[in-house]
């Protein structure tokens, strides 16, 4: 009868490493995850109080959520990724890129808002908080409570303000040491 014959073809492949300094890469995450968390946390307060009192809450307030929380979720994509040796650095590099945009566009729209001319968040905390010079009695009151409150919401702003300038200026970072780990990649 006919013989039949099996051809085999084995292909030998080189699987890739891509070497991270670990160091560098927990350092960014541990800064992307204080970041988020703390924007986050701000946000959302005052995003809360300005409901309960029926103010318009701006587009921009649920961005800058929504923004910290894809962040957090990139923090632990990347953990998990790192820990079963399946980082890639293009998406990293991508992902990367992504909430650089992000990033950078909530902290364009808070500069102008906190920055901006005449009647921005930083010209009211000067003129009625920080200038103000009819402080209420000392003592437990009420206009003790809402002036403490009134310095720390201003306060708020500008730490939100430095946070995101922050992690703006990693996730940039972040896209070059992925394009330096692709390349080192490629020369070995």
């Known amino acids: 009868m006919g013989g039949h014959s099996v051809i085999e073809r084995v292909v030998v492949g080189r699987k890739k490493r891509y070497r991270w300094d670990e160091t560098v890469l927990y350092a960014l995450l541990f800064i992307f995850l204080v970041c988020g968390t703390a924007t986050l946390g701000m946000f959302s307060y005052i995003t809360y109080y300005q409901s309960r009192q029926f103010v318009m809450i701006p587009w921009y ?18 953990c998990f990724l790192f820990y079963i040796h399946l ?27 906190l920055w901006g001319p005449q009647g921005s968040i930083n ?38 303000f430095a946070l995101e300038l922050i992690a703006t200026f990693l996730f940039l970072y972040m ?14």
Not at 61 to 78: D, G, K
């Open 61 to 78: 307030f649920y961005f800058i959520i929504i923004t910290c929380v894809l962040t957090i979720i990139f923090v632990m994509a990347v």
């Open 175 to 188: 896209i070059f040491m992925s394009w330096q780990v692709i390349r080192n990649a490629r020369y070995r």
């Open 123 to 160: 010209d009211y905390c000067v003129r009625f908080v920080y200038n103000d010079a009819l402080w209420a009695p000392a003592g437990q009151n009420r206009d003790t409570w809402a002036r403490i409150q009134q310095e720390g919401i201003c306060n708020m702003w500008k730490t939100t």
């Open 87 to 113: 980082l890639l650095p293009i998406l990293v590099m991508l992902w990367s890129f992504i909430l650089f945009v992000l990033w950078i566009t909530g902290l364009v729209k808070q500069s102008i808002e």
